[in-house]
């Protein structure tokens, strides 16, 4: 099997960086004292891609324990592909629906040999190790990833939502609108990654 770390002519410096953090969790830890953190959004998406090959090129065959902490009102699209990314990453996922800290502190206490956790960034969460492997990428490095590796995603990407929260507080981004087609665009073509949020109402 060809090494996804550095195995491709074609991969970026900040993929090799992203793979090669995963890869060296999964060599520091047990399988069973990893886990992610999954809302089904891009970012997290890319690195349930990422950890799905780093386990195959390790031999690792057991799911990966994930927490969803579900927001109030999800849309239906969100919670219907985390269902089914359970299948396609090899994810074991818990869905909480507490406040983010509550969800974790009783994730980690139902599940007491987790360690680390991949993905989560908030300073406010419990005492356990947080690894965000692609911190730095930005949002069209994001996307480039997705489409280059043929990676599935919600479905609301493709009518022009490009950030995710609930129902109440996330719309389409009108920067994707085409007026002469009287459509959204998808999200990877949005032009300026500061536009990420301009969906978004707090």
């Known amino acids: 099997m060809i090494s996804v770390i550095g195995g491709s002519e074609e991969m970026t410096e900040y993929e090799k960086n992203g793979y090669s953090i995963i890869k060296k969790i999964f060599q520091d830890y047990a399988s069973e004292e990893i886990s992610l953190s999954f809302n089904g959004g891009k970012d997290c998406t890319v690195i349930a891609y990422m950890i799905k090959k780093v386990k195959e090129e390790l031999g690792i065959r057991t799911a990966t324990k994930s927490l969803y902490i579900k927001c109030r009102s999800p849309f239906k699209e969100v919670d219907n592909f985390v269902d089914s990314s359970a299948k396609y990453f090899n994810l074991d996922i818990e869905t909480k629906e507490l406040s983010m800290k509550q969800s974790l502190e009783e994730f980690i206490n139902q599940n007491k040999k ?61 920067q994707l609108y085409d007026e002469e087609r009287k459509e959204y665009r998808r999200a990877h073509e949005l032009i300026e990654a500061k536009d990420e949020r301009s969906g978004r109402y707090s």
């Open 114 to 174: 987790i360690k680390v956790i991949i993905i989560g960034t908030h300073k406010d969460w419990p005492c356990i190790l947080r690894v965000h492997p692609i911190l730095h990428w930005n949002y069209h490095q994001i996307w480039e990833f997705i489409l280059k590796e043929n990676i599935p995603y919600c479905n609301l990407y493709d009518i022009g939502y490009t950030s995710l929260g609930s129902t109440f507080n996330t719309h389409q981004n009108p």
